[in-house]
């Protein structure tokens, strides 16, 4: 029997767990609900975890407390978190670690509690929680296990009961999600997390008969974030700052931090943390952190007064919700995540106070413009596009390899600009893009494109002379007036709807769903425009692939003329990977 989970137990189920998943992790992605050759659930899950199991296979004291390994997990897993799987794997890391702090070891019981506070910190990740997800998966396997623990002290059987209840669970969750039913497939996110427990529970004989205790304990990196939706009236100071010093006690510093307010978050090195807080009292707050080092980028915002602000300007409603147009048009991602709007979910608002103007022009090297625009794209060609078109950074990914939480802030710190337009232009980059303001500090404002070329439009659509209210109510008016088709090819044998399909055939898809199938990318790209037609759109554009010769490119144009001839058309080169054509209809 295993009564204890010991730090050193957790760190061989966090590495065994991402060895099984990325054995696995290819077949995670084939249950990508469309069938289309992008499905990436377990490649980004997998690569969320391994880079936590990185940072712990360089561990080797075997007497680690389990709070410090739940915490580097928890950061690290944040900081490597892609696409919605990974950012709500990181979440259940971070629900985790805030259970176990200060935990050496914890019993059965200890246990349960952690997978408890996983399953609260995932849900408040997601703003519209869907059954039969990933998230509906962990919440019965909890179940499980808490029923289990009234029986047994032993940990193995408990997160034995933990993945047969999330097993039984994902079974059944196409009969919960008509789309899953539809194409065939159980959750993709689902049945990555049932894999890692599978992997996590092989570690329990190799773990239990190491005993080298030889070693000597590496310092972590340590990290918690309660996240607060709406700003407590109590500690009206948003405060950030970064310290600067010689074996940075990160723990120690947050825990004296707990009792000035809420909203705490102390990450980094070492060597350097950003620190952030919602305060009464910003003063003490600066006190107390230099004694432990220099102080910099200093930015103190008082929350009630921007709140203010943007309640006379119809943003927000009395109790600092989204409201409005600002709801209607700037919180509808369609994936469930959040979408930051004129102001983010702190209370922050337009304004730039000239405290933290002077605190970015005095980390910044060079004048700074006032707003910065970065973009996400995959192929040169619509790299290209977009940075004509004013972006100041477009980030390699999307269909194909989702970046970051990490990959982000670091784009955000590269753009010299006092506020930062992002555009995602993929459904399943927006959770990662909310975590990434909350790192960064920075003013960044979400447009909620799901596509490129719901992207191009809203970029056509900035004019950064105007006010960040008016570029955000133009780009998502833009976003909205594109209609999306993409060509490309099924990735696996299936249905979806009325359209059967093998692997290898051409597919057609219209703003998401699968509209035709065929042999022929062109016959297919014609079909798929001919159906997106309808009553004041006259715009055709068309991004050609990598995979589209010159010689195909200029046919298709010709024939387009002669088909769709009473529209405007545009042909380029997007060189995007998968996808044959890309269109935009306006």
Same mark, same amino acid.
């Given at each position: ?110 246990? @349960? ?72 497939? @159980? ?110 980028? @200093? ?120 506020? @930062? ?166």
């Amino acid at each position: 029997m295993v009564d204890k989970l010991t730090g050193w137990l957790f760190r061989e189920m966090v590495l065994k767990a991402s060895d099984y998943l990325e054995s696995r992790k290819s077949e995670v992605d084939s249950l990508n609900v469309f069938p289309v050759p992008d499905g990436d659930t377990g490649t980004n899950m997998f690569l969320t975890l391994s880079r936590a199991a990185s940072k712990l296979r360089a561990i080797e004291d075997p007497d680690i407390p389990l709070s410090k390994v739940a915490e580097i997990c928890a950061f690290e897993c944040l900081m490597g978190a892609r696409g919605n799987s990974g950012v709500i794997l990181s979440q259940i890391m971070r629900g985790m670690s805030s259970a176990l702090k200060a935990t050496h070891s914890a019993t059965a019981a200890e246990v @349960v509690v952690a997978l408890k506070e996983a399953v609260a910190t995932a849900y408040k990740a997601v703003v519209r929680p869907v059954e039969g997800t990933m998230l509906t998966v962990l919440r019965e396997g909890t179940a499980r296990a808490v029923e289990k623990s009234a029986s047994t002290n032993d940990i193995r059987e408990v997160l034995r009961a933990f993945l047969s209840g999330a097993q039984e669970t994902l079974e059944r969750t196409p009969d919960m999600l008509p789309v899953l039913k539809q194409a065939g497939v @159980v959750d993709a996110g689902g049945k990555g997390l049932c894999i890692i427990m599978e992997g996590a529970l092989t570690a329990f004989d190799a773990a239990a008969s190491r005993t080298d205790s030889r070693a000597v304990p590496k310092k972590s990196r340590a990290f918690e974030l309660t996240e607060k939706e709406v700003f407590d009236i109590r500690f009206p100071y948003d405060t950030q700052f970064l310290i600067s010093g010689k074996d940075l006690p990160a723990q120690e510093i947050r825990d004296k931090l707990q009792k000035y307010g809420d909203s705490l978050l102390v990450v980094g090195s070492a060597e350097l943390l950003r620190v952030h807080i919602h305060t009464s009292e910003p003063g003490e707050v600066l006190s107390l952190c230099l004694k432990y080092g220099m102080l910099s980028q @200093v930015v103190i915002d008082n929350m009630i007064e921007q709140s203010m602000e943007l309640l006379r300007d119809g943003e927000f409603d009395r109790e600092g919700r989204p409201g409005g147009k600002a709801q209607a048009t700037l919180n509808e991602s369609g994936c469930g995540a959040p979408v930051c709007s004129e102001s983010d979910s702190r209370g922050h608002g337009v304004g730039e106070p000239p405290t933290q103007q002077k605190a970015v022009e005095a980390n910044s090297a060079g004048p700074l413009k006032e707003t910065g625009i970065i973009a996400v794209a995959s192929g040169k060609g619509l790299q290209e596009i977009m940075s004509s078109l004013g972006a100041d950074l477009v980030i390699d990914g999307g269909t194909t390899m989702n970046p970051s939480t990490a990959d982000l802030a670091r784009a955000v710190d590269q753009v010299k600009a006092k506020k @930062v337009i992002f555009l995602p232009n993929n459904a399943n980059i927006f959770l990662s893009a909310k975590q990434a303001k909350k790192l960064t500090g920075r003013r960044m404002y979400v447009v909620p494109s799901k596509t490129v070329p719901q992207g191009i439009s809203a970029l056509m659509a900035l004019n950064l002379e105007s006010s960040m209210t008016e570029n955000l109510k133009r780009a998502s008016k833009a976003v909205r007036r594109v209609k999306t088709g993409e060509v490309t090819f099924a990735a696996r044998n299936g249905r979806f709807g009325r359209h059967v399909f093998k692997q290898g055939d051409v597919i057609g898809l219209c703003d998401g769903k699968v509209e035709t199938v065929g042999r022929s990318p062109e016959e297919v790209l014609y079909q798929i425009i001919s159906r997106m037609r309808s009553p004041g759109y006259e715009v055709l554009t068309v991004y050609c692939g990598k995979d589209v010769s010159p010689e195909t490119e200029k046919a298709v144009a010709e024939e387009l003329s002669k088909r769709f001839g009473d529209m405007e058309i545009e042909v380029y080169r997007g060189d995007q990977p998968l996808y044959y054509y890309i269109v935009s209809l306006e």
